[in-house]
């Protein structure tokens, strides 16, 4: 199983990105789907998750970013707006995967830096 992110990049603060994950290989069922960001010097940090329909967000991103996903696609994206350079960070996605019945393990895509300029 591989989660490979794409669509980081630089932007202007106030300027927009959408950043895409897609599971691949040997999946029998996907749960939880999210994004989690990690800046210079600082942890690992959730961002967005989505679960059985249901979404959660950190406050500091509420109301800009959005999180979806197609499951047809076993794809997780994430809509950010109105970046600010707080927001600059290496974004990771995270999977909870079942491979194997009955076995979920989490999964870590990549990481894909998000830089937004002042």
């Known amino acids: 199983v591989q989660l490979q992110a794409s669509g980081g990049g630089l932007v202007q603060a106030g300027g927009s990105l959408r950043l895409s994950c897609v599971a691949s290989?040997?999946?029998?069922?996907?749960?939880?789907m999210g994004w989690y960001r990690q800046a210079p010097g600082g942890q690992r940090d959730l961002v967005a998750i989505?679960?059985?329909?249901?979404?959660d967000y950190a406050d500091s991103v509420k109301g800009r970013f959005t999180i979806s996903r197609d499951n047809a696609k076993n794809t997780v994206y994430l809509q950010m707006n109105s970046l600010k350079p707080e927001d600059t960070a290496v974004y990771y996605c995270n999977a909870r995967i079942q491979a194997t019945i009955p076995v979920w393990n989490d999964y870590w895509g990549q990481g894909t830096l998000v830089t937004v300029s002042s």
């Open positions: 290989g040997s999946i029998f069922s996907i749960n939880a």
């Open positions: 989505t679960r059985g329909g249901s979404t």
